[in-house]
Structures are given as structure tokens and as C-alpha cells.
């Protein structure tokens, strides 16, 4: 029986559709896995969070700060042979001897700023812009600073792929801070000092909040925030004892 023009057509159409969705369903899966993934990594998340609560004060983080980490793909922000392991709750490498924080120690150090939607915030240390991406999702605006000319050229191209408007990025030394956008309402160090910048201190709102570890590369560091009052003052708790790799400059 010999097939009819209409059915030749019908065939044909029958073979695209397949082959079509043959393409697509790889795509599908893999994006799928990311976003299991993600959930996955939350979970780990809120399990460190139960396990540190003691030295944290708290046994859950806000839940706008988790809905973030849920929200922004690590995996954008990792070399590509470094992506099967993106949502995995550790540091990874991203070159120059530079690494990627732990998602726990994001969320925390996000939690422990208290963002608020109209905040302006310093990132210093960019690396590969995904604590500003997480932050990016929590406040107007987000100021970060890499020293490392080409990871925060990097950086800056891979928040602008991503939609991160709110983000500017900056090459400088991040111990002076940002004095032309300062102050800020919040300033997140993500590299180990050995002590508080007093350039950050000046450019920190009264009210306002910094997280930063400090301690040397041999030592123990810890996890510091330092509170500013409205008058002035400036009170630091100890928060938990961290690894990160050193603040890197023309300073002591």
C-alpha cells in the first residue's frame, strides 16, 4: 500500500515532533536536576544551621535569605569543570587562588546583616559574584569590589548575563571600602583581615552592620559582626570560627 501526499506529510511531522522532543527532554532533566539540586543544598543549609544554632543564636535563618539561596544558580558562577559540584554545601575553586564560600556560609553572613529591601550594601571581595547575586535579591542596591582584575571583570560579565542590575562591581582594593557611594547600610568582607578596616568602619551607617572574619592564615578565625549605633558606637560578637582565604593589598 503506497502512502498518500497527506500521509507522507503526517509521517514526516510525526518524525520532527519526536526528534523534537528527543532534544528537549535532556534540557528539561538537566534543568529539573538544578533545581533539585538547589533544594537539596538548602536542605544541607538548614541542617548546619541546626548544628551551629548554639554559637549562632538562632535554629533557622530568615526565610527571605533561604528563598534566595533556592533562588540564584550556583552553578553560573563556577568554572565549567567545577559545575557538577556547584550545589554541594563547600568551597569550591574559581582560579587565581580564589575560592567560591560555602552556601551555609552565605546564607549565614547574608542572615547576619539583616537586609532590608531599601539597604545599600559593600561587598568586599566579589570573587565570583555569587554572595552579590544573593544579596542582589534582598536590597536595592549592592556595591562589591575584587581585587583580582580578572575574576571581577568575570564577575561582572556574568551578573550582567544574569539580570543583577542592582550590582556594580569595582577592581580596587576593598580594606579602603567605596568612600564615593558610602555609607552603606550594611558591608560584607569575604576575605580573613587581621583586623577591622577603619576605612569600613568610617563608611558603615550609625545603625548599621558589617560581617567580616578575622584572623591570619595559620591562625583560628572567626566569624565577627560588628554592630555601629546610632551614636557611634561599635560593639563586635564573635560568631563562629571560619576559613577563609586572606584580604589581599597594600596594608597591614
Not at 529539573?32 to 543564636?57: F, N
Not at 563547600?90 to 546564607?107: C, E, K, N
Not at 568612600?179 to 587581621?194: H, T
Amino acid at each position: 500500500m503506497k502512502l498518500s501526499v497527506h500521509s507522507k506529510s503526517f509521517e514526516r511531522n510525526v518524525v520532527l515532533l519526536l526528534v523534537f522532543v528527543l532534544i528537549s527532554v535532556p534540557l528539561a532533566v538537566a534543568a529539573d536536576d538544578y533545581t533539585a539540586a538547589r533544594r537539596t543544598m538548602v536542605g544541607e543549609i538548614e541542617a548546619d544551621v541546626e548544628l551551629t544554632s548554639s554559637y549562632i543564636g538562632a535554629d533557622e535563618l530568615d526565610q527571605r535569605v533561604m528563598t534566595a539561596m533556592g533562588t540564584v544558580p550556583r552553578h553560573e558562577f563556577v568554572p565549567d569543570e567545577m559545575r557538577r559540584y556547584a550545589y554541594e554545601n563547600r568551597p569550591l575553586p574559581i582560579g587565581y587562588g580564589q575560592t567560591i564560600s560555602q552556601p551555609y556560609i552565605v546564607a549565614l553572613m547574608t542572615d547576619l546583616l539583616d537586609p532590608a529591601p531599601e539597604h545599600s550594601v559593600l561587598e568586599v571581595g566579589t570573587g565570583s559574584g555569587y554572595q552579590a547575586a544573593i544579596m542582589a535579591e534582598l536590597v536595592a542596591n549592592v556595591y562589591t569590589i575584587e581585587i583580582v582584575e580578572e575574576l571581577g571583570s568575570r564577575a561582572t560579565r556574568d551578573l550582567a548575563r544574569l539580570g543583577y542590575d542592582n550590582v556594580e562591581v569595582r577592581i580596587g582594593d576593598g580594606y579602603h571600602g567605596w568612600e564615593s557611594v558610602s555609607p552603606f547600610d550594611s558591608i560584607l568582607v569575604a576575605a580573613a583581615a587581621s583586623h577591622i578596616p577603619p576605612p569600613l568602619l568610617r563608611q558603615l551607617k550609625p545603625g548599621g552592620r558589617m560581617i567580616i572574619p578575622v584572623g591570619s592564615r595559620f591562625l583560628t578565625q572567626y566569624l565577627v559582626l560588628v554592630e555601629k549605633s546610632f551614636d557611634g558606637v561599635v560593639k563586635t560578637h564573635q560568631i563562629l570560627p571560619v576559613r577563609f582565604v586572606p584580604l589581599t593589598g597594600g596594608h597591614d
